[in-house]
């Protein structure tokens, strides 16, 4: 018998009223229409679904999945029913981490209605979670076409860009949202993060003061974050305000109190942030231990305490891409192949190993183009049996280990042998100096380890003095009144150290070659440093001019610089430094 339509359309009347009644929040008076309703037709299906809705709202995923589905049973759905049913029972078995069957049931609404936003917004957050990044940013993307001005879509496509390292594109969507919404905070705090992650660090910078300074209640990882800015501008003081802030918003985040451990340790707090660190370690598992333990690794090592410090140091494979490691350090017949890792700077400091390991195993070693000769620069290398050692392109079959693993591998627990161990064909020039005032930009931490230009100019001006330039990338205003160093590669960069009387720079590969080939050389240090820079001297011909206070670069350099300009002039007048020929 045909249902008086009278009664149909009031009884869709009671549902639009119960949904409307959920998204305003009533949720308990939308859950007492619904169940009127069921109660006035049995299985009537928008009740069911509305109660599922209900559920959802209340935290009961599992509830809403069993409802949804029995609303889905019913027989005279319509197309459009069907498609909003299927788009609840999806969000329901996301809530309960079923991705693969709630991606089946929006496919199931999406065919259905293909032009609900809600739909491939949901679709383009589960496909992330399956981890196919590529389709959830297509997804994300037709979301934000079909509802151009929807907030959520766009933060949500800012996110997913961001995971897929398409920064820049990120960096766009959050601009777009706090353009459209000034006042949101977390759109300010995103769209700090993301111009972090693309090294913009005064425009960061700036974002994240606007979220704090429009949020009732500012998030801990939006001051994690701007702690993190400011200790990338060299403002350490005022990243330790922030990192404070955000521990006493959130003791329990173990990331603030890995930053804040680091800041510390930055700061010469080594006791606080040793027993922090050791803190987290021990009352806690996963990634945030592993980096704690890494931290705590160059802690230990600044220490000089390198039987602990190597093996803490291997904890970098869980969060830095390594090679498999199946060689254990002992002796054998079998070719053991050495991965180069990390920096140019690193490959450098490390390769002093290889005689070592090769007493122990022959050894393939794989370098980058740009590090590939240094191998014949080694005289300890050249003494051992024809293919001991040899440069390898690719990785081969057999045993295989990290160039920064040796240590460990080889139980190297005493201070290293800071004796020289590369040698060329290249003596100095008189009155020759090598001069580098900056590293790569790429580093995360840059702003505190590098100069400017102007900042060093006052060197230039010690009269007797032939200045190299060993900058791979410079201008013709800042080579002004050098010559320019052949650095195609680092034997070449080697030769062109090797023909200076003296080296000066900041922490860089060309301090590092200047160390190996036993050239004096003068590091500009950072306040805290590097922890190869706080212990055990790596290189017998290095001297620091070390920053003596956590101020901002601008107030921390010039007092370096200045002594290292009245040593110059004292090295040059009392005869240390051949006068400049010519």
């Not at 329901?92 to 065919?111: K, M, N």
């Not at 004096?520 to 212990?535: E, K, S």
């Amino acid at each position: 018998m045909s249902q008086n339509p009278f009664e149909v359309m009031r009884r869709r009347e009671q549902a639009d009223t119960g949904m409307a009644l959920l998204a305003g929040g009533r949720v308990a008076e939308a859950e007492a229409r619904f169940k009127a309703l069921l109660t006035d037709e049995a299985g009537n299906p928008e009740a069911l679904h509305g109660l599922a809705c209900v559920a959802l709202a209340s935290g009961k995923a599992a509830l809403a999945i069993g409802l949804a589905g029995r609303a889905l049973n019913d027989g005279n759905l319509s197309e459009a029913q069907r498609g909003r049913f299927h788009l609840t029972l999806a969000q329901g078995l996301a809530d309960e981490h079923h991705l693969e069957p709630a991606r089946a049931a929006l496919h199931v609404s999406i065919l259905l209605q293909p032009l609900n936003p809600r739909a491939h917004l949901l679709m383009g957050t589960i496909l992330a979670g399956l981890g196919r990044l590529d389709d959830s940013l297509i997804a994300l993307s037709e979301a934000l076409r079909l509802a151009p001005d929807d907030l959520s879509c766009m933060q949500a496509l800012g996110a997913q860009l961001m995971r897929a390292e398409r920064k820049a594109e990120a960096v766009g969507v959050f601009q777009d949202i706090v353009a459209r919404q000034p006042d949101l905070a977390a759109a300010w705090a995103n769209l700090g993060a993301a111009l972090f992650e693309c090294g913009a660090f005064e425009e960061a910078h700036a974002a994240l003061l606007r979220a704090v300074e429009t949020s009732d209640d500012v998030a801990a990882e939006t001051l994690n974050n701007l702690g993190l800015v400011e200790m990338a501008r060299g403002h350490l003081l005022a990243a330790g305000r922030a990192f404070e802030d955000a521990a006493r918003r959130a003791p329990d985040d173990l990331r603030v109190r890995n930053n804040h451990a680091t800041l510390l340790s930055e700061l010469g707090e080594a006791k606080r942030a040793s027993a922090s660190l050791r803190d987290i370690m021990i009352t806690n598992a996963g990634e945030e231990a592993v980096r704690a333990e890494f931290n705590h690794a160059a802690l230990l090592l600044g220490q000089g305490r390198m039987a602990e410090g190597w093996a803490a140091f291997q904890s970098r494979s869980a969060f830095v891409p390594l090679a498999p490691e199946t060689w254990d350090g002992q002796p054998t017949d079998r070719p053991v192949t050495i991965h180069a890792e990390q920096g140019l700077g690193d490959i450098v400091q490390f390769l002093r190993y290889l005689p070592m390991a090769a007493e122990r195993a022959p050894l393939r070693v794989c370098l980058p183009d740009a590090a590939g000769k240094l191998l014949a620069l080694m005289p300890s290398l050249a003494n051992l049996p024809p293919g001991r050692v040899q440069v390898a392109s690719a990785s081969e079959e057999g045993l295989s280990a990290n160039l920064l693993s040796l240590p460990f591998l080889l139980h190297c627990h005493d201070a290293p042998d800071p004796a020289p161990y590369f040698v060329v064909d290249v003596g100095p020039v008189g009155g020759r100096v090598g001069i580098m005032w900056s590293g790569s930009r790429h580093y995360r931490f840059d702003r505190r380890r590098s100069l400017t230009r102007a900042q060093i100019a006052p060197v230039f001006d010690v009269p007797g003095v032939e200045f190299l330039c060993l900058q791979k990338d410079v201008s013709d205003a800042d080579l002004a009144g050098m010559i320019h160093a052949d650095m195609s590669d680092l034997a070449a960069t080697a030769r062109a150290v090797a023909s200076c009387e003296l080296i000066i720079g900041v922490d860089s590969v060309v301090v590092h070659l200047a160390g190996a080939l036993g050239r004096p050389a003068w590091l500009l240090n950072r306040y805290g440093g590097d922890w190869r820079w706080r212990g055990p001297s790596w290189y017998e011909s290095i001297t620091m001019f070390q920053a003596t206070t956590p101020d901002v670069p601008d107030i921390a350099w010039p007092p370096v610089v200045a002594r290292v300009v009245e040593a110059l002039r004292a090295d040059v007048s009392g005869g240390v430094l051949a006068s400049k020929r010519g």
